[in-house]
């Protein structure tokens, strides 16, 4: 019975694929519907360690990657993976609604480290020990509109967030 189902929506132009959690397969998708027109400039906003970059740099061969991570310990990680790559910028600055310093909220794992507080329920929806909060550190934030008017950025086709909650504000900063 599936197999006559996908047939048929093969034919009307669908073509079903199993779920795949793995980030790289969202670029795959993202660079398809970009083929015609390819990306130029990329906001990479909470690069982390450069997972997302490097899918990027995979994905979108002829954009030039603003990646963003604001933590000093991560920032280092992110420059090593991306070091070999003319067509990366990493740069060591917090995306928001506001320009200057802010305090982020360092946990054990520095995926979920965010400019907000963690809520107690964060711990059910994370695995076991990664939104253990281990301390805080004074970081540099920015709006994208300023850091855009700084390097004469007139256009970004593509924004990533993943703030960790933060994302409202930086589209804020993003008129």
Do not use: W
């Not at 990027?56 to 604001?70: V, Y």
């Not at 994208?144 to 703030?163: M, S």
């Amino acid at each position: 019975m599936k197999s006559l189902v996908r047939k048929l929506l093969h034919v009307l132009g669908y073509n079903i694929t199993r779920s795949n959690p793995d980030r790289s397969r969202a670029f795959q998708d993202l660079a398809k519907l970009f083929r015609a027109k390819p990306l130029r400039i990329i906001f990479d906003v909470g690069a982390n360690e450069g997972q997302p970059t490097v899918d990027c740099l995979n994905f979108f061969h002829e954009a030039m990657i603003f990646s963003f991570e604001p933590f000093g310990d991560t920032f280092q990680k992110l420059q090593k993976a991306v070091s070999e790559s003319s067509r990366v910028r990493p740069v060591n600055y917090a995306l928001g609604d506001m320009v200057g310093t802010a305090i982020i909220q360092v946990n054990a794992n520095s995926v979920t480290n965010s400019l907000l507080a963690n809520v107690p329920e964060a711990a059910k929806f994370q695995p076991a020990g990664m939104a253990v909060h281990i301390g805080q550190a004074k970081i540099q934030i920015t709006t994208v509109d300023n850091y855009r008017a700084e390097q004469r950025i007139d256009f970004i086709d593509l924004l990533k967030l993943d703030t960790q909650g933060f994302e409202l504000h930086v589209l804020k900063g993003a008129e």
